[in-house]
C-alpha cells in the first residue's frame, strides 16, 4: 500500500526486504499488465493501415517517411565525412524494420514484414542477368555468390539470431528457376508436355515437403511439461530456493516435496550428477535422451540434430523424416531441370560435356541466362548433395550431428574418410536396425500453439 501511494516511500524497518521487493515486484507486474492491456485495446481498434510501433505508439503507414531523426542524424554526419556510431546504425535499421509493413484486413493492423527475405528476390535476378553477359562475369558472380551466403551464415551465425534470408533464398531460387524454365526453354518446342508435368509435380512435392519441415520438430515446452515423454525421466531436480532448500518435481507434478539441505545426503548429490547432462539451465526441464537445446529457437527438441538455416527451423525427432525428404525431392528437381535445360540449349552433347563445353551459348541472351543458371543450380545441388550424403551416414550409424560434434570436441569417436563419417557405438545398433528406428520416429503429442502458425 505504502507502494503504490507514495512511490519511493520508506517502509519500516519491522518489514522484510523480501517483502518489500515482493510487493515492488507486483505492483511492477500490474502496472505493466495495465499497459499490456490499453495496447491490446488499441490494436484491437486498428485499421488495416495501422499499427503499435516499437515504441508502443499507434502509427499509420503513410507515416513512415516522418519523424526520421536518425535517420537524418546518420545521413548528417556521412555528408559531412563524420563516422556513424554502431548505436545508430542499429537504431536506424530498428526503425526501418519496425515501419516495412504491409496493410492487413483482419483487424489486426498492418503487418510486419521482415527485411531479410528482401535481398535475394531484389539481387539474385540481377547478379544471374548481369553474369549472362560474358563468361567472366558469370566466373567471378557464380564463384562470389556462395562467398557472400557464407559470409552472411557466419554473420547471423555469430549473433545467435534467426534470420528468413536463407528461407527466402531457396525458396525464391526454386521459383526464379521454375519461371526461367518456363519462359527460356519451352518455348523452344524440344520440352514435351510429359516432361514439364513431372517436373511440375516434383517441385510442387518439394515446396509441400519443405511445409511439413516446417512443423513442430519436438519442442520440449514448460507449459505441456504434462505431457508423457517417452525415454524422460520420471524426476527433475530445481535449482536451491534462496532459503537454503531445494526441491524435486516429478513430470506432471502438482505439488512439491521439500527436502532440507541436513537431510540431502550422497544420493541427492549422486542424482544431480546424473541428471546434470539432461538438465537444462535454460528450459528448467529434464530433457528426454539425446535431446538438446537450440539457441536460435530457444527451446530444447526432442533428438535435436541441427537447425537448419535453410528452412528457419530445427531439425529434431518431430521432423527428421520429412526433412530427408526435403533432401531428396530438392535434389531429384534439380537434376531433372538441368538435364531438360542442357539437352535444350547444348544438343547433341552429354550432360555432362554441355556443362563445361557448350558452343555458342553466349551468343544470344536468352541461352546464356540458361546456361548461368544451369551453373547456379549445380552450385547449389552440390551443397545440398554433400548435406544429404552426410545426413545418410548419420542415419546409418545413428547418430545426431548434434552428436557428432560433441564426439569431436571430446574425442569420443573414431574418424573415417576425412571426418565424413564419425562413428560412436553409444546408440549404434547395425544398419538395418538404425534405419528401421529413424522410419519410426514419432513425436511427442502437443496441443498446437498459435505460434505455430507463424
Known amino acids: ?48 493501415c495501422e499499427y503499435i510501433n516499437h515504441h508502443g505508439e499507434k502509427t499509420h503507414i503513410l507515416a513512415s517517411c516522418c519523424d526520421c531523426e536518425d535517420l537524418d542524424e546518420a545521413c548528417d554526419r556521412c555528408l559531412k565525412g563524420k563516422s556513424i556510431s554502431s548505436q ?39 547478379f544471374l542477368h548481369i553474369a549472362a553477359l560474358h563468361f567472366f562475369l558469370a566466373l567471378t558472380i557464380l ?69 511439413q519441415t516446417k512443423k513442430d520438430p519436438g519442442y520440449l515446452r514448460t507449459d505441456n511439461i504434462n505431457t508423457p515423454i517417452k525415454g524422460a525421466q520420471k524426476n527433475s531436480i530445481s535449482p ?36 546434470q547432462k539432461d538438465w537444462c539451465k535454460v528450459c528448467k526441464i529434464l530433457r528426454p535422451p539425446r535431446s538438446g537445446h537450440c539457441r536460435i529457437c530457444a527451446n530444447c527438441v526432442q533428438r535435436l540434430d541441427h537447425h537448419c538455416i535453410w528452412i528457419n527451423n530445427c531439425v529434431g525427432q518431430g521432423n527428421h523424416r520429412a526433412f530427408i ?17 542442357l539437352s535444350t540449349i547444348c544438343r547433341g552433347q552429354s550432360i555432362f560435356m554441355a556443362l563445361f563445353y557448350c558452343p555458342g551459348v553466349y551468343k544470344e541472351h536468352s541461352t546464356a541466362l540458361s546456361f548461368t543458371c544451369v551453373w547456379y543450380c549445380v552450385i547449389v ?24 560434434r560433441f564426439a569431436l570436441r571430446d574425442k569420443t569417436g573414431d574418424k573415417y574418410l576425412c571426418g565424413l563419417i564419425i562413428k560412436t557405438d553409444e546408440y549404434n545398433r547395425g544398419l538395418l536396425n538404425n534405419w528401421k528406428e529413424f522410419l519410426q520416429l514419432q513425436p511427442h503429442p502437443r496441443k498446437p500453439g498459435i505460434e505455430d502458425l507463424v
Not at 251 to 275: C, I, P, R, Y
Not at 325 to 341: C, D, E, N, P, Q
Open 88 to 126: 545508430s546504425i542499429e537504431r536506424v535499421s530498428d526503425t526501418i524494420s519496425d515501419r516495412l509493413r504491409i496493410p492487413w484486413l483482419l483487424g489486426t493492423g498492418a503487418k510486419k514484414i521482415d527485411i531479410t527475405i528482401l535481398p535475394p528476390l531484389v539481387f539474385l535476378p540481377i
Open 325 to 341: 525428404l526435403t533432401l531428396f525431392l530438392f535434389l531429384l528437381t534439380s537434376l531433372y531441370g538441368i538435364s531438360l535445360t
Open 240 to 275: 536451491c530456493a534462496m532459503n537454503g532448500k531445494c526441491e524435486i518435481h516429478p513430470v506432471g507434478w502438482d505439488a512439491s516435496t521439500t527436502l532440507n539441505h541436513s537431510t540431502l545426503n550422497g544420493k541427492m548429490q549422486m542424482a544431480q550428477n546424473e541428471f
Open 381 to 404: 545441388t552440390a551443397g545440398m548433395g554433400y548435406l544429404f550424403l552426410i545426413q545418410l551416414i548419420n542415419i546409418s550409424y545413428n547418430i545426431t550431428e548434434r552428436e557428432t
Open 143 to 211: 564463384t562470389s555468390l556462395p562467398i557472400l551466403v557464407l559470409w552472411y551464415y557466419y554473420v547471423t551465425h555469430q549473433k545467435k539470431g534467426r534470420t528468413l534470408f536463407f528461407l527466402s533464398l531457396g525458396l525464391f531460387s526454386l521459383g526464379y528457376m521454375y519461371y526461367l524454365f518456363l519462359t527460356e526453354i519451352m518455348p523452344r518446342g524440344t520440352i514435351s508436355s510429359v516432361q514439364v508435368i513431372l517436373l511440375t509435380t516434383s517441385l510442387v512435392l518439394t515446396l509441400v515437403s519443405v511445409a
Open 1 to 48: 500500500r505504502e507502494v503504490q501511494q507514495g512511490g519511493d516511500a520508506e517502509v519500516s524497518g519491522t518489514c522484510c526486504p523480501m517483502l518489500l521487493l515482493r510487493v515492488k515486484w507486483v505492483y511492477k507486474e500490474r502496472s505493466m499488465k495495465k499497459k499490456c492491456s490499453k495496447i491490446s485495446d488499441e490494436e484491437g481498434s486498428l485499421c488495416c
